[in-house]
């Protein structure tokens, strides 16, 4: 069983930086993939962001590439997302969530077994 405990969310004008955190309890092995997910009031939850726990192969929705950063502390079991040039419409609640089988399908939020409580993103303009 992995918990997984989001935080670094809150309100910030365009163009700002946050970074949001994803501590895991619980043992995290090589094959799993870590992601990030988002959910914006009125939309379908949309994937953001992925990791490989081994290896640390990265993945990327075309929205945020070149804006956010996915990355882990292996001692620290924990994930990392640190959003730059942020846009209104990144305003959202994110999730982390655990594949512990590091599915092909990352982009997939049924392949996740393990989901965090959301954190608010608010983006002003």
């Known amino acids: 069983q992995v918990q997984l405990v989001e935080s670094g969310g809150g309100l910030v004008q365009a163009g700002g930086s946050l970074r949001l955190s994803c501590a895991a309890s619980?043992?995290?092995?090589?094959?799993?993939?870590m992601g990030w997910f988002r959910q914006a009031p009125g939309k379908e939850r949309e994937f953001v962001a992925a990791?490989?726990?081994?290896?640390?192969?990265?993945y990327y929705a075309d929205s945020v590439k070149g804006r956010f950063t996915i990355s882990r502390d292996n001692a620290k079991n924990t994930v990392y997302l640190q959003m730059n040039s942020l846009k209104p419409e990144d305003t959202a609640v994110y999730y982390c969530?655990?594949?512990?089988?590091?599915?092909?399908?990352?982009?997939?939020?049924?392949?996740?077994?393990?989901w965090g409580q959301g954190t608010q993103v608010t983006v002003s303009s």
């Open positions: 969530a655990a594949d512990p089988g590091g599915s092909y399908w990352y982009w997939n939020a049924n392949e996740y077994d393990y």
């Open positions: 990791i490989r726990w081994s290896g640390g192969r990265t």
């Open positions: 619980g043992r995290i092995f090589s094959n799993y993939a």
